[in-house]
Protein backbone atom coordinates (compact mmCIF):
# COMPACT_ATOMS: atom_id res chain seq x y z
CA UNK A 1 0.00 0.00 0.00
CA UNK A 2 3.01 2.29 0.79
CA UNK A 3 4.42 1.70 -2.26
CA UNK A 4 1.17 2.65 -4.19
CA UNK A 5 0.42 5.92 -2.20
CA UNK A 6 4.60 6.45 -3.22
CA UNK A 7 3.66 5.90 -7.10
CA UNK A 8 1.10 8.37 -7.14
CA UNK A 9 2.96 10.90 -5.38
CA UNK A 10 5.72 10.88 -8.07
CA UNK A 11 3.11 10.67 -10.98
CA UNK A 12 1.35 13.95 -9.46
CA UNK A 13 4.59 15.60 -8.55
CA UNK A 14 6.05 14.62 -12.23
CA UNK A 15 2.41 15.41 -14.03
CA UNK A 16 2.82 18.74 -12.31
CA UNK A 17 6.14 19.91 -13.46
CA UNK A 18 5.61 19.01 -16.93
CA UNK A 19 2.62 21.03 -16.56
CA UNK A 20 4.65 24.21 -15.18
CA UNK A 21 7.15 23.46 -17.90
CA UNK A 22 4.55 23.69 -20.59
CA UNK A 23 3.36 26.76 -19.01
CA UNK A 24 6.66 28.14 -19.07
CA UNK A 25 7.17 27.69 -22.77
CA UNK A 26 3.84 28.53 -23.80
CA UNK A 27 4.10 31.69 -21.66
CA UNK A 28 7.69 32.32 -22.94
CA UNK A 29 7.99 36.45 -24.59
CA UNK A 30 8.35 36.10 -28.32
CA UNK A 31 11.07 37.71 -29.60
CA UNK A 32 10.95 41.42 -31.18
CA UNK A 33 10.41 42.09 -34.49
CA UNK A 34 13.43 43.94 -36.01
CA UNK A 35 13.67 46.60 -38.36
CA UNK A 36 15.50 44.06 -40.49
CA UNK A 37 12.50 42.31 -41.19
CA UNK A 38 10.24 45.57 -42.31
CA UNK A 39 13.46 46.60 -43.97
CA UNK A 40 12.96 43.30 -46.09
CA UNK A 41 9.34 43.80 -46.37
CA UNK A 42 9.97 47.67 -48.36
CA UNK A 43 13.14 47.29 -50.02
CA UNK A 44 11.11 45.93 -52.71
CA UNK A 45 8.70 49.54 -52.43
CA UNK A 46 11.30 51.70 -52.45
CA UNK A 47 11.22 52.64 -56.45
CA UNK A 48 7.27 52.65 -56.09
CA UNK A 49 7.26 55.02 -53.33
CA UNK A 50 8.96 57.70 -55.31
CA UNK A 51 6.33 57.68 -58.03
CA UNK A 52 3.10 56.04 -57.72
CA UNK A 53 3.23 53.48 -60.38
CA UNK A 54 -0.07 52.52 -62.18
CA UNK A 55 0.61 49.02 -60.93
CA UNK A 56 2.66 47.96 -57.50
CA UNK A 57 5.29 45.71 -58.13
CA UNK A 58 4.14 41.83 -56.80
CA UNK A 59 7.26 41.85 -55.00
CA UNK A 60 6.20 45.45 -52.92
CA UNK A 61 3.10 44.04 -52.32
CA UNK A 62 4.46 40.75 -51.08
CA UNK A 63 6.58 42.90 -48.87
CA UNK A 64 3.92 44.90 -47.35
CA UNK A 65 1.41 41.92 -46.70
CA UNK A 66 4.77 40.42 -44.59
CA UNK A 67 4.41 43.15 -42.95
CA UNK A 68 0.52 43.46 -41.92
CA UNK A 69 1.51 39.56 -40.79
CA UNK A 70 4.53 40.84 -38.71
CA UNK A 71 1.58 43.53 -36.77
CA UNK A 72 -0.50 40.57 -36.13
CA UNK A 73 2.02 39.36 -33.62
CA UNK A 74 4.20 42.17 -32.91
CA UNK A 75 1.48 45.34 -33.01
CA UNK A 76 1.60 48.67 -35.50
CA UNK A 77 3.24 50.32 -33.53
CA UNK A 78 6.87 48.58 -33.56
CA UNK A 79 6.44 48.40 -37.15
CA UNK A 80 5.44 51.86 -37.73
CA UNK A 81 8.78 52.82 -35.72
CA UNK A 82 10.71 50.72 -38.01
CA UNK A 83 9.32 51.60 -41.53
CA UNK A 84 9.43 55.30 -39.98
CA UNK A 85 13.54 54.86 -39.38
CA UNK A 86 13.94 53.05 -42.58
CA UNK A 87 12.56 55.34 -44.78
CA UNK A 88 14.82 58.78 -43.15
CA UNK A 89 17.94 55.94 -43.27
CA UNK A 90 19.06 53.60 -45.21
CA UNK A 91 16.26 54.87 -47.78
CA UNK A 92 16.78 58.45 -47.48
CA UNK A 93 13.16 58.79 -49.20
CA UNK A 94 10.61 61.37 -48.64
CA UNK A 95 7.45 59.72 -49.33
CA UNK A 96 3.89 61.46 -49.93
CA UNK A 97 0.97 60.72 -48.45
CA UNK A 98 -0.97 60.06 -51.41
CA UNK A 99 1.83 57.86 -52.91
CA UNK A 100 1.74 55.96 -49.33
CA UNK A 101 -2.00 55.65 -49.33
CA UNK A 102 -1.93 55.16 -53.46
CA UNK A 103 1.08 51.85 -53.11
CA UNK A 104 -1.05 50.47 -50.02
CA UNK A 105 -4.30 50.67 -51.97
CA UNK A 106 -2.88 49.08 -55.31
CA UNK A 107 -1.12 46.23 -52.86
CA UNK A 108 -5.11 45.90 -50.85
CA UNK A 109 -2.56 45.95 -47.75
CA UNK A 110 -3.35 47.92 -44.77
CA UNK A 111 -0.78 48.67 -42.69
CA UNK A 112 -2.49 50.95 -40.07
CA UNK A 113 -0.57 53.92 -40.90
CA UNK A 114 0.79 55.90 -43.62
CA UNK A 115 4.17 56.25 -44.46
CA UNK A 116 4.43 60.06 -45.80
CA UNK A 117 6.84 61.80 -44.29
CA UNK A 118 5.24 63.74 -42.01
CA UNK A 119 3.46 60.09 -39.97
CA UNK A 120 3.58 59.68 -36.47
CA UNK A 121 3.48 56.18 -34.52
CA UNK A 122 1.28 55.72 -31.46
CA UNK A 123 2.77 54.64 -27.95
Known amino acids: MAHNNMW ?63 EADFGVTATCKCTKALLATPFGISVSLNVSVGIQSLCAVDLGYSFNSDFVCGA
Open 8 to 70: MATTTMTSTLLLLLLLLVHLRPASAVTCEDIKAGLEPCVTAMTTLPVAAPAACCAGLKAIVDL
